[in-house]
Each structure stands twice: as C-alpha cells, then as structure tokens.
C-alpha cells in the first residue's frame, strides 16, 4: 500500500515527459522530395537550457547538417535550403492514435474515480484532443492493439467520425487481451504513413506481453514470431516517423518504450489522472508545431541507408543528434525486384537525377502522374502516365488504362489508383499486395515520391507543387 503511494505521487509529479535542460531531437524525415528534387526535410525539436531563447534569424548559422552511408565517415551537405518554424507553415499535422485495450485497461480504475475505468479515460481524452484540433488540415486516425492490432480509422480530416469508433470499443475476450506492443508499433508505422508533419502516439498502461508466451501456444497471426522493441524502431525509422509514448497508469511500464520514443525523435509521458492525460495529448502538439523544418540538399552517398547528423552550437551549448534514413526505399526493393529493376532505379536515383528532374518538371505541368523509372530499358526514364479526377487501371482487363508486363491473366486488374476528392488523395487499391516504397500493400495513400512496384515495373507518384 505505502508503495503504490508513493508511486501515485511520483508520477504526479511527473505528468509530462521529463525532458532534459538541453535536448536536440530529429523527429521525422520527410524524403518525399529526395526522388525528385535530391531534397530532404527534417523536422527538428530544440530544447535549450533555463534562461536562454532561440533566434530564428541566426538558427540556420547555427544549425550544420551532415551524411554518412557508414556511421563513421560524415560529409557536410552542401546547402541547407531553409529553417522555417512549423507553426508558420500551415501544414497538416498527422496524427495516429495507437491505444491499448487489454484487458487491465478494463479491470483497473482511475484513482479517485471507482466510476471510471482507464479506457473510459482513455476515450474521453482522446474526444477531447480531436475535438480541439482547429486547423481543417489536420489529420487523426485511430487504432487498437491487445493480442491483435487493430485499425479502426486511417488518419483522415474528418474528426467528427472518430466519436462513435471510440464508443464502440468492447472489452475483447480474454485470448484477445494480452498486450502485443511491439507488434502493434511495427504494424502502425505503416499505416501512420501520410501527408505533413505525421506521428504516432501510443497509450499503455503496461508492458510488452506477448500471447505466446503466456498462452503456452502460437500466435493466432504471428504464429511463434515474438517482435522486439528494435523492429519497433528500425519500422519507424523507415518510415521517417516519431513516437510519443503515454504511460498511462501506476503500473510497471514497458522498460523499452521511453528508449523507441527517444530513439524515433519522440518523447515518453507519464499520467494518472484523467486531467494528466488531456494536458499529455494537448502538450503532444504543441512540441510539433514548436519544431523546425530544415530543408537541405541531400549527398549523392551510393547507400541505401544514411545517417543524418545535425549540430547546433552557440556559445557554451553544443548539441549534436543522429537519426538514420532510408534512401532504399524509395527505389526498387534490391531483395524482391527482378535482377534489371536495382541497376537501372538506383541509376535513376543517383546518376540519372536531372533527367528524373525535368520528368518531374514536365509531370508536375501536366497534373498529378506516375513517372515511370523501369520497364525493361533506359526509355522508361521518359515516360509519365497523368492521373484523372477517376480511375487509373493497371493490369490485363478490356478497362485496364496501363497494361504492364508480369500482369495478372487478361481480364484482370492488378491495381486501382483512384481519386478521392473528398481528401484531395490518390489510393492504390490492389486485390493482391503490391509494393510501396518497399513494403507490401493492398490499400495506401500515396504522397509524393511514393515509389510502386507492380511485377517488377517501378513507377514514382508526382504531384505538382500547387496541390500541396
């Protein structure tokens, strides 16, 4: 009883993530612009010691950003484009609600409140933050995670639609509420994957507790596979993206969640109470828009994986962060695609980008396109199939607008890409996975410098710059 006292105390002192008196943080890497313009935003979080401000005029002197393909030689960029606060730019920020509903978040109570359970708790500060979400642009999506993960909402502007999501939520049965954490990370890195300023945040009140451990039997989708927290960070390193960590309880936490969030640019948050855990959510915002975007010219390092090294020095503070990005996969996947696709994408990607460029220059006059990087030869690199406000077919049927090689038997469609002008996005839609920026899909938003592989044929997304 003193124990579980003095816990409730210390993390009531301890509402928000205990951040150090100088921080400089990488919270997500945007390379959408790397295919098509050899650019690269970072977006960064700085946090200096009591008493001392930041210039926004000096930051881009202060700040020096630098490449390595190896971890040990680092080659300064050759320009840094831009430092511009995010509250100034008017872009969407993304937001992707990961929120555990094993089966403590049921049994356990919220103290001082014998009425109300943490994943009651839980939805009334998550209706809270979405219903104080004011810019029209920005984008919440929502998912569940105990034995199984579970997307309930992509990220999408329409807030209002989350209300009934969330009073639906049930208690599952018990086989289905153990607590697969790491798994759940793992499978939302992709599905948080969108436009502008994107992050996960994920609420627990517990750690990693994986089914097949404790059920004595396989997982009913992973089968024996137990995730580790490094997957967690590698997918969402991958991906560019951040995560910020809600432990939600007095319980024990997860002791490698703190280190997913530090490693990804995010932060780890501590709350009990109701209260807590709304000031959490509203605080997770407001350190997005306090961040920097910092555009610069990426090296032309032949390394599917870079690492990214930025500095910032003034007077007696030196700081200096690294976060590795994945140049790879935006190109063909070297492990699946067919022996010609690595060659000639990685010349497109490397030697080959000023044609790439004046493709991009002609797609982005034309409308929203696929470029087309391979299809067997050199000519491909001159190719762009235009987008309507409809459907885009790709495969054998009579209806298909782009038949491919490898295609599926005449008749069929492998691949949709439709318009939604609701959201103003393009979706590919395909009944079979195909693959996006390396990864195997059925359904995705794209944004652009998206790179699709359909049975070896390598296309890029465009859009002009006025659809942003």
Do not use: W
Request: hydrophobic share 40%; glycine share 8%.
């Amino acid at each position: 009883m003193i124990r579980r006292a003095m816990m409730l105390i210390v993390l009531c002192a301890a509402v928000a993530a205990s951040v150090p008196a100088q921080r400089l943080a990488v919270g997500q890497i945007d390379t959408g612009r790397l295919l098509f313009g050899q650019r690269v935003d970072l977006y960064l979080s700085l946090d200096l010691p009591a008493g001392r401000t930041i210039d926004p005029e000096r930051l881009g002197e202060l700040l020096r950003v630098y490449e390595s393909g190896d971890g040990r030689l680092y080659h300064e960029v050759d320009a840094v484009l831009d430092v511009v606060p995010v509250r100034s730019l008017d872009a969407p920020l993304s937001f992707y609600m990961l929120v555990d509903y094993s089966g403590s978040m049921y049994d356990e109570h919220v103290p001082g409140r014998p009425d109300l359970r943490r994943i009651d708790a839980a939805r009334q500060a998550i209706r809270h933050f979405v219903n104080n979400i004011t810019h029209e642009r920005d984008r919440v999506g929502l998912a569940l995670f105990g034995t199984r993960y579970h997307q309930l909402a992509p990220p999408g502007r329409d807030k209002a639609r989350l209300g009934p999501i969330l009073d639906d939520i049930e208690r599952p049965p018990r086989a289905e509420g153990y607590t697969e954490l790491y798994a759940a990370l793992v499978e939302s890195a992709s599905d948080a994957a969108d436009i502008g300023r994107r992050t996960v945040i994920v609420l627990s009140d517990g750690e990693n507790y994986p089914y097949s451990i404790y059920e004595g039997e396989p997982h009913p989708e992973h089968g024996e596979r137990l995730f580790t927290y490094t997957e967690a960070v590698d997918a969402f390193q991958r991906e560019g993206l951040s995560l910020f960590a809600i432990h939600y309880g007095d319980d024990e936490e997860d002791p490698h969640l703190g280190r997913i969030a530090e490693q990804t640019g995010g932060r780890v948050y501590r709350a009990v109470t109701t209260d807590e855990l709304a000031r959490v959510y509203q605080d997770i915002r407001s350190v997005l828009l306090e961040e920097y975007r910092v555009s610069y010219t990426a090296t032309m390092i032949p390394s599917q994986r870079r690492i990214v090294r930025v500095t910032y020095r003034d007077a007696d503070v030196d700081l200096r962060v690294e976060r590795p990005y994945f140049a790879g996969t935006l190109f063909a996947g070297p492990e699946e695609a067919p022996a010609p696709a690595p060659i000639i994408v990685f010349l497109a990607g490397i030697l080959g980008l000023a044609a790439l460029l004046a493709v991009a220059i002609r797609a982005g006059r034309a409308g929203t396109s696929l470029v087309l990087l391979d299809s067997g030869g050199a000519a491909a690199l001159s190719k762009t199939v235009v987008l309507g406000d409809g459907e885009t077919v790709i495969g054998a049927s009579p209806d298909a607008d782009l038949t491919i090689a490898g295609s599926p038997a005449v008749g069929e469609r492998h691949a949709v890409v439709t318009y939604e002008p609701k959201r103003g996005e393009y979706t590919i839609v395909s009944d079979t996975p195909v693959r996006v920026n390396n990864k195997p899909v059925t359904r995705r938003i794209l944004k652009r410098g998206d790179v699709i592989n359909i049975e070896g044929t390598v296309f890029a997304f465009d859009e002009p710059d006025e659809k942003e």
